[in-house]
T-cell receptor
Framework: AQKITQTQPGMFVQEKEAVTLDCTYD???????LFWYKQPSSGEMIFLIY??????QNATEGRYSLNFQKARKSANLVISASQLGDSAMYFC??????????FGKGTSLLVTP | NAGVTQTPKFQVLKTGQSMTLQCAQD?????MSWYRQDPGMGLRLIHY???????DQGEVPNGYNVSRSTTEDFPLRLLSAAPSQTSVYFC??????????????FGNGTRLTVT
């Protein structure tokens, strides 16, 4: 079974600092995709960033970047210059040859002034 | 753009009652799915569909039925509600079910309480 692990239930970061949210995955498929979603307290799921297993470069989207280390099977999300509005739950997810997007249990991020 | 529309937003059921959660998307997406979200559990896949007339089970399908008669609609039916089905339900769709950068687009969720 495909597995996504997020080991940090909760994280704190000060405004304007960078923060890394950890995600490791387990799959035997050579082709897979990794996603990060943000869920603010209002409840909606917001897509942040995507990394394909064959992509040579780490994905970046504005202040979000994905630190993809294929050999270590990790796909950490880096948020630069944190803002108060970044306080939310963050979910890592993986798709592969199956039809499901498998989610980790999430990391709660709190940005403090 | 409406995107993925879920109704209702909130629902309270008594044990044994049945109901249908509605989901519609206007993006001509081939893939649609239902997830439930429980505290500390992340999102777990209930059922999914890769096109009209095609559905299959996900990780936690028991107690739920789905059908997909059109590309746009993917309703989730609770046959006989149980307290264990108290959860937040998300419908999501994507352009393609194949491994790609096509992200899931989520509805705003339905908060269901079964008493």
């Amino acid at each position: 079974a495909q597995k996504i692990t997020q080991t940090q239930p909760g994280m704190f970061v000060q405004e304007k600092e960078a923060v890394t949210l950890d995600c490791t995955y387990d799959t035997s498929d050579p082709s897979y995709g990794l996603f990060w979603y943000k869920q603010p307290s209002s409840g909606e799921m917001i897509f942040l960033i995507y990394q394909g297993s064959y992509d040579q470069q780490n994905a970046t989207e504005g202040r979000y970047s994905l630190n993809f280390q294929k050999a270590r099977k990790s796909a950490n999300l880096v948020i630069s210059a944190s803002q108060l509005g970044d306080s939310a739950m963050y979910f890592c997810a993986m798709s592969n040859s199956g039809y499901a997007l498998n989610f980790g249990k999430g990391t709660s991020l709190l940005v403090t002034p | 753009n409406a995107g993925v529309t879920q109704t209702p937003k909130f629902q309270v059921l008594k044990t044994g009652q049945s109901m249908t959660l509605q989901c519609a998307q206007d993006m001509n997406h081939e893939y649609m799915s239902w997830y439930r979200q429980d505290p500390g559990m992340g999102l777990r896949l209930i059922h999914y569909s890769v096109g009209a007339g095609i559905t299959d089970q996900g990780e936690v399908p028991n107690g739920y039925n789905v059908s997909r008669s059109t590309t746009e609609d993917f309703p989730l039916r609770l046959l006989s509600a149980a307290p264990s089905q108290t959860s937040v339900y998300f419908c999501a769709s994507s352009y393609s079910y194949r491994v790609s950068g096509s992200p899931l687009h989520f509805g705003n969720g339905t908060r269901l309480t079964v008493t």
